[in-house]
T-cell receptor, first 113, second 114 residues
């Protein structure tokens, strides 16, 4: 039982390049989330999903897209990376019934130069 | 707007002393409340939660938290701090109506001094 995993762990992009971050969970959780963590700003919600095939915008969605084609995977895409997207990205998942606490992945550190 | 406040960026405490990390929230209704801990270069780990019931909840690693509805607070506590408790602590709130989103505070860095 790996919990929540994120790929890759580190990445350096040049401005304008694109990339996809993968989040995978093996707990059969319904809800999945993408956050970014910046110093002094806590965690800010980018996008989330309440089930396979559904996604919704969070607090800071601009410049990002997501897809949840399979229940266990939640992909975060950057179509044209900007230096302002330099951050640490965390994925989290929650079971759809009862427990409510989020399980977090180890994070992806992204630098855009 | 709904929000969570952690008024202290950093809390310093001597090893063996009690510690408190403060959290207040501005969310309507009866939200679910959480504390998470983050060690360097790691993801957040769940510590404890308040859903309903007793105002004092116990969690992992000897931590507990006290829910105060009238003050809309959910302070994290531990009777005797350890150096290994040094980390970044986040308070989070999930409103119980109309959303699946969680609102996080900005985090409090706890430093336990030997």
């Amino acid at each position: 039982n790996a919990g929540v995993t994120q790929t890759p762990k580190f990445r350096v992009l040049k401005t304008g390049q694109s990339m996809t971050l993968l989040c995978a969970q093996d707990m059969n959780h319904e809800y999945m989330y993408w956050y970014r963590q910046d110093p002094g700003m806590g965690l800010r919600l980018i996008h989330y999903s309440v089930g396979e095939g559904t996604t919704a915008k969070g607090e800071v969605p601009d410049g990002y897209n997501v897809s949840r084609l399979k229940k266990q995977n939640f992909l975060l895409g950057l179509e044209s990376a900007a230096p302002s997207q330099t951050s640490v990205y965390f994925c989290a998942s929650v079971t759809g019934t009862g427990a409510y606490e989020q399980y977090f992945g180890p994070g992806t550190r992204l630098t855009v130069t | 707007a709904q929000s969570v406040a952690q008024p202290e960026d950093q809390v310093n405490v001597a090893e063996g002393n009690p510690l408190t990390v403060k959290c207040t929230y501005s969310v309507s209704g009866n939200p679910y409340l959480f504390w998470y801990v983050q060690y360097p270069n790691r993801g957040l780990q769940f510590l404890l939660k308040y859903i309903t019931g007793d105002n004092l909840v116990k969690g992992s690693y000897g931590f507990e938290a006290e829910f105060n509805k009238s003050q809309t607070s959910f302070h994290l506590k531990k009777p005797s701090a350890l150096v290994s408790d040094s980390a970044l602590y986040f308070c989070a709130v999930r409103p119980t109506s109309g959303t699946y989103k969680y609102i996080f505070g900005t985090g409090t860095r706890l430093k336990v001094l030997a």
